[in-house]
């Protein structure tokens, strides 16, 4: 199991605390300054001690030139002065400055001005006390150039660690804002396909519907028993609507407790295609057939009889005919007037285009040789 230790974050300072942290530490190794002029050095010393130790006040922002001021005051030294003093440790802050803060460019130079610099302060301090000796001067040499050597590697290697943190900062955003986008798209895509049911649902239903219900209210006054039977039809077209959207809907509530049954396929397509009108021919409902195609099939044919009842007028023969082989084809055709009408731009056309489509199929719609409006699509399985 996970502790609180293992997630949390590394500490860094916050932008107050690194401003006041500079300013401590210049503070701090500038005070000792003020004893100059009560040494050797004197005044000369002081002033090259401030020169050295006040632009730290600014090492974050100004690395480089921070740098380049120190240099100077320390080369300054060397020809002014040939004892060391305690504000030459402004240097080697200096060149950690340039690795931590600024560029890989200016962290080299300012790498290689530091062991020259080491060659240069060896000899003149070595000169001055009389020792100078190889022993002695390769030693000097060393011993500085191991110091800026450390101050520059610690200061890149700051400005590496803190580069990668911030790449993976970036990439974990990115990752986020990915994330929230497939989630949108699949909410999108939900959307899309529920919007499809639906219509679908709505639209088979309510048209079978309104078109009985004409023929109803027509034959009431002629025969009443044709009548009955064409209100039990509705009757009957209405509940099986209403248990399709509750199922779509129940996609939906999945802790409701709605109980959803299987999405309609090949062994539902009897139901649409009732009526003396629509001539069928159907495969045996027991032919295996992957849901998403079979699914696929009834919706194209139920949108297909939906938009004859629309728009193809009255006293229409439809015919459906569906067959299962290699593939699985679906052809609905009729003799009316839906080719003067539609628009071929409504809703359902472009659902049965999509599921034909997802499925590697192809989708033929357009007016009927001889009249009428055709519907073929066929669908790989």
């Known amino acids: ?28 190794l500038l005070l000792p300054a003020f004893a100059m002029p009560f040494t050797e050095v004197g005044w000369t010393g002081l002033v090259l001690s401030f020169g050295q130790l006040a632009p730290l006040y600014w090492r974050r922002r100004h690395a480089v030139a921070v740098f380049a001021l120190v240099a100077g005051f320390s080369a300054a030294q060397a020809v002014l002065i040939d004892t060391p003093m305690w504000s030459q440790v402004a240097f080697p802050v200096a060149v950690y400055s340039v690795g931590r803060f600024a560029t890989t460019r200016p962290g080299l130079t300012t790498l290689a001005i530091g062991i020259a610099g080491a060659f240069v302060a060896s000899y003149v301090w070595l000169l001055e006390f ?19 050597v450390t101050a520059w590697a610690l200061g890149t290697l700051g400005r590496i660690r803190r580069a990668y943190v911030d790449a993976l900062v970036e990439r974990g955003e990115q990752i986020r804002r990915e994330a929230a986008q497939q989630v949108a798209l699949a909410a999108s895509d939900e959307r899309a396909r529920i919007a499809r049911e639906m219509h ?32 039990e039809t509705i009757a009957a077209t209405g509940r099986a609507s209403l248990t399709e959207m509750r199922h779509t809907l129940g996609l939906l509530r999945s802790d409701d407790g709605v109980e ?57 023969r439809v015919r459906a005919v569906v067959a ?58």
């Not at 996970?2 to 500079?22: I, K, M, N, V």
């Not at 009389?130 to 800026?148: E, G, K, N």
């Not at 195609?293 to 009889?305: D, N």
């Not at 839906?338 to 033929?364: F, I, K, P, Q, S």
Request: aromatic letters at 4%; charged letters at 20%; hydrophobic letters at 45%.
């Open 130 to 148: 009389d020792q100078l000796t190889p022993s002695a001067f390769t030693s000097y040499v060393l011993f500085i150039t191991a110091v800026v």
């Open 260 to 316: 959803l049954r299987p999405q309609p396929g090949i062994a539902d397509l009897a139901g649409l295609v009732v009526g003396e009108d629509v001539e069928a021919t159907l495969p045996d409902p027991a032919t295996p057939v992957p849901d998403g195609v079979a699914l696929t099939a009834y919706r194209v044919v139920q949108e297909a009889l939906t938009n004859v009842r629309k728009h193809a007028g009255p006293g229409v």
């Open 200 to 231: 679908d649902v709505v639209a088979h239903g309510l048209s079978t519907i309104v078109v009985q219900a004409d023929g109803a209210r027509y034959a009431a006054t002629q025969d009443p028993d044709l009548a009955a039977a064409t209100l």
């Open 1 to 28: 199991m996970s502790t609180a230790s293992e997630h949390r974050q590394p500490w860094r300072l916050s932008p107050r605390g690194q401003a006041c942290f500079d300013v401590a530490l210049a503070t701090a």
């Open 324 to 381: 299962i082989d290699d593939e699985v084809t679906v052809l609905v055709e009729d003799d009316g007037r839906g080719a003067a009408v539609a628009d071929g731009g409504g809703l359902g056309l472009v659902g049965m285009r999509e599921r034909v489509n997802a499925h590697g199929g192809t989708l033929e719609v357009g007016p009927r040789a001889g009249g009428g409006w055709r519907v073929a699509a066929r669908l790989p399985l």
